[in-house]
């Protein structure tokens, strides 16, 4: 079976038992069936349709779901808890927990193994394997443009490509083009974010008989753009929010103060500032922080600051309520599907860390978000019609030196595979060169955690590329920082080296993982599992993410409205895979991934 079938069979198996089989029968109709509409009882102008909302926060653990309950409001994330379904063990079941792999599983429901988004970017060989190009998992296959167009030179991009984004790179179909394929579906989605790779994988892709609306921030300008791939121009609705400055400037000169000065900040999180706290973009460590300290008159410096603060949250709140109005979102006789993704949670925990008064702070304004927005929906559609499923696309790693986990420690790529060079020099003789050894030297740490080795040197030095494969996995596995490393020829046979039983448990738990993230043309050719609470980056301050430990793994599934019954908590333990065939439910079209279901086992009736 393959990897992702097992997982599927595995979700499903899982939710028979959790007594969850009924929501998804209940969600699912059979292949073929016109999209489910809803007519709106609640409606008093007569519309008719529904709308699917996609929630995704950017770095958000399941835990804060729990630890911060006490003080979240009534009907924001508690209301969800309250009248809908929460699946409180729900874990990322593959390695590489980044926000590409995260976003296009979350959209696909398979791993990155079948849809192919393995990293935020990894390494392309040429035919000759003598050189190499870094792809960014939203890269376009050719030049597209932003729209509306970027000033003059505005400079190079804050993240990812030069050449704008598409969704080209993704090997399987999502939720959206699932949605938008039905024929003569009338369907419309949009899908927005602060980062342009969050918005692009589960926006979907091209279809000229019903393109998607696909929009992303760039603090370049401080404006939401589309790209040429997907659209010559924007609607009115998104050029007024773009033109209508207070959503983007109302921040300058003012400070992100705490939303509850009531509370204590440091009994319900930590200390201010924690160790190994960083400083977000000249914002410093403490409250209260300058929103432009160094653009007293905003501009890119203060968009920075502006995304790395919960108020890029507001402004995308703002943004997606406009996109609601201007489009009409379900209220057009069909399934409408809006993918939001706030990237803010995730800007601001890489800099502060899980345990901090600042990601404390955003979460409670999340809450507040998740309120507006039921509130907004209740008033717009009513309850009855629509369905909010929320999720997250990876977790984060407690900072090392706040000393949460005992083994925790921080690594710099670069040092480590200085070290693996001398090790190799000593074994099978000198490289001639630094970085001979290697793809590219230059983006080593951009791939991390995967090890790209030069193949036409290696053949050209005439030693034998398993050799130094398994050499390297030995080297890379046996470091005090390290908990294992797997050549590509483990990952694809399923095989370890003899092992102690108990280390061989976990070895064999983690290659699972591994497995379900490995794509043979993409992947480099060793991986690094680091240590539990070891962090593997060129920082030397804040933390990340894209481990396979639970810190990372661990987020939240919620779905709440129409069609959902009020469930509340689960605790069996479920795959976050589980959020395409959610959706896809919700939507009424066949679950994504349900071509990865053996024969003899139906879920539609
Ligand atoms: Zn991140």
Redesign the pocket.
């Known amino acids: 079976m393959k990897p992702a079938r097992v997982a599927i069979v595995m979700v499903l198996v899982l939710l028979a038992g959790a007594g969850g089989w009924f929501l998804v029968r209940s969600f699912v109709g059979k292949p073929g069936d016109p999209p489910a509409t809803v007519a709106g009882p609640g409606s008093s102008s007569g519309e008719t349709g529904k709308l699917v909302v996609l929630v995704v926060f950017?770095?958000f653990r399941n835990d804060y779901l729990e630890r911060w309950s006490s003080v979240f409001e009534k009907d924001g994330f508690e209301r969800l808890k309250r009248e809908g379904v929460w699946f409180a063990n729900a874990h990322i079941p593959y390695a590489c927990t980044?926000?590409g792999p995260g976003h296009a599983s979350i959209a696909t429901g398979v791993p990155p193994s079948v849809h192919g988004i393995i990293e935020n970017a990894w390494l392309e060989r040429s035919a000759d394997s003598r050189s190499v190009r870094l792809v960014y998992c939203v890269q376009p296959s050719r030049e597209f443009a932003l729209v509306p167009p970027l000033p003059a030179n505005a400079g190079k991009p804050e993240r990812g490509s030069e050449n704008g984004f598409s969704p080209e790179n993704l090997l399987a179909a999502t939720v959206s083009d699932a949605l938008r394929a039905t024929p003569g579906s009338q369907s419309k989605v949009v899908s927005l974010s602060i980062k342009d790779r969050a918005a692009v994988l589960m926006g979907g892709k091209m279809n000229p008989a019903n393109p998607p609306l696909v929009y992303c921030f760039d603090v370049r300008d401080g404006r939401f753009h589309t790209d040429a791939y997907y659209a010559d121009g924007v609607p009115k609705w998104a050029s007024e929010f773009n033109a209508n400055r207070k959503y983007f400037d109302e921040w300058v000169g003012k400070e992100w103060n705490r939303l509850r000065p009531d509370l204590d900040y440091n009994k319900l999180a930590g200390p201010d500032p924690g160790p190994g706290e960083s400083y977000g973009y000249n914002q410093g460590q403490v409250f209260p922080h300058p929103m432009n300290k160094n653009a007293p008159n905003g501009g890119p410096e203060y968009y920075r600051a502006l995304e790395n603060s919960p108020f890029g949250s507001e402004m995308l709140l703002a943004f997606a309520k406009e996109a609601i109005a201007g489009e009409n979102l379900g209220n057009r006789g069909a399934t409408d599907l809006l993918c939001v993704s706030f990237s803010s949670n995730?800007?601001i925990?890489?800099q502060w860390g899980p345990d901090s008064w600042e990601v404390l702070d955003v979460t409670l304004r999340s809450d507040r978000i998740i309120q507006e927005l039921l509130t907004h929906l209740d008033a717009r559609l009513g309850k009855d019609r629509y369905t909010l499923v929320m999720t997250a696309d990876?977790g984060?790693c407690p900072i090392p030196e706040s000393r949460k986990i005992p083994t925790a420690d921080r690594r710099k790529p670069s040092t480590v595979l200085t070290e693996l060079t001398a090790a190799l020099d000593a074994t099978f003789g000198p490289a001639d060169q630094p970085g001979h050894w290697y793809a590219s030297q230059e983006y080593a740490e951009d791939v991390w955690p995967w090890v790209y080795f030069h193949r036409a040197n290696l053949q050209m030095r005439g030693i034998p590329f398993d050799a130094v494969c398994d050499y390297a996995a030995q080297f890379l596995g046996n470091r005090d920082y390290t908990l294992t490393a797997f050549t590509r020829k483990q990952i694809e046979s399923g095989t370890l080296p003899p092992l102690p039983p108990d280390q061989e448990r976990e070895a064999k738990a983690i290659l699972a993982q591994v497995k379900l993230a490995y794509q043979p043309d993409r992947c480099g050719d060793v991986v690094v599992i680091p240590q539990r609470g070891v962090l593997m980056t060129k920082y030397p301050s804040g933390t990340?993410?894209g481990s396979p430990h639970s810190y990372d793994t661990h987020v939240p599934i919620v779905a709440f409205g129409a069609g959902v019954p009020a469930l509340g908590r689960k605790d069996d333990a479920v795959s976050s895979l589980l959020v395409g065939p959610i959706v896809s439910a919700a939507l009424g079209i066949a679950a994504t991934g349900r071509e990865a279901i053996p024969p003899g086992l139906t879920i539609a009736k």
């Open positions: 950017d770095q980044s926000t995730d800007l925990g890489h990876h984060i990340s993410h």
